[in-house]
């Protein structure tokens, strides 16, 4: 079965500090991975996804994530963080389109002015 | 742009009353799912529903939930006899082929 794990459940940076949110996947076939964002009292919003091509992903906002099959890793990074970013952040892994999205607990992203 | 829409945003209910949760899917998606995100906790996966059948659901999908997709464009959530551990942010996606699509969400209390 599938699953991820995000390392630090909150992470605080500075505005205009790079952010980087850790992602490690577990999977016996090669993953689909996307990551989410989350604002409060929102839905779900699709940042960027993996799905075996490129091995780094750009995504909305300025985010991007590269895959590293050798570390089962799929980090989120930003250069410069913007108060707006402020979120909770969700990675999620499936094994095909159409299957079930795997989420992981997810990591509340705070930007300190 | 297309997207997800969920009704009711917000129900309160009274533990072993019935519950429906109604989500419009984007018209020409083929999968259908619900999540669950309980206060402060991850979103868990609870069913997908594809050809008007499910087609994997969770263990925590019991025989007190039920899906349906009665008219090809609504697709439902039935809670049959709500227990307070059933409070929580239920969201309804879709999908194409590619990511999935959330909607805003729909928030059950159960008092």
């Known amino acids: 079965a599938q699953s991820v794990t995000q390392l630090g459940s909150h992470v605080s940076v500075s505005e205009g500090a790079l952010v980087l949110l850790r992602c490690n996947y577990s999977?016996?076939?090669?993953?689909?991975l996307f990551w989410y964002v989350q604002y409060p009292n929102q839905g779900l919003q699709l940042l960027l996804k993996?799905?075996?091509?490129?091995?780094l992903v750009k995504g909305i906002n300025g985010f991007e994530a590269e895959f590293k099959k050798s570390e089962t890793s799929f980090h989120l990074t930003k250069p410069s963080a913007h108060m707006s970013d402020a979120a909770e952040y969700f990675c999620a892994v499936t094994l095909a389109y159409g299957n079930k999205l795997v989420f992981g607990a997810g990591t509340i992203l705070r930007v300190k002015s | 742009e297309p997207e997800v829409t969920q009704t009711p945003s917000h129900q309160v209910t009274q533990m072993g009353q019935e519950v429906i949760l109604r989500c419009v899917p984007i018209?020409?998606?083929?999968?259908f799912y619900w999540y669950r995100q309980i206060l402060g906790q991850k979103v868990e996966f609870l069913v997908s529903f594809y050809n008007n059948e499910i087609s994997e659901k969770s263990e925590i999908f019991d025989d007190q939930f039920s899906v349906e997709r009665p008219d090809g464009s609504n697709f439902t959530l039935k809670i049959r006899s709500t227990k307070l551990e059933d409070s929580a942010m239920y969201f309804c996606?879709?999908?194409?082929?590619?990511?999935?699509?959330f909607g805003e969400g729909s928030r059950l209390t159960v008092l």
């Open positions: 018209s020409n998606h083929l999968y």
């Open positions: 999977s016996s076939v090669p993953p689909y």
């Open positions: 993996y799905t075996s091509a490129a091995t």
């Open positions: 996606a879709s999908s194409l082929i590619g990511e999935l699509f």
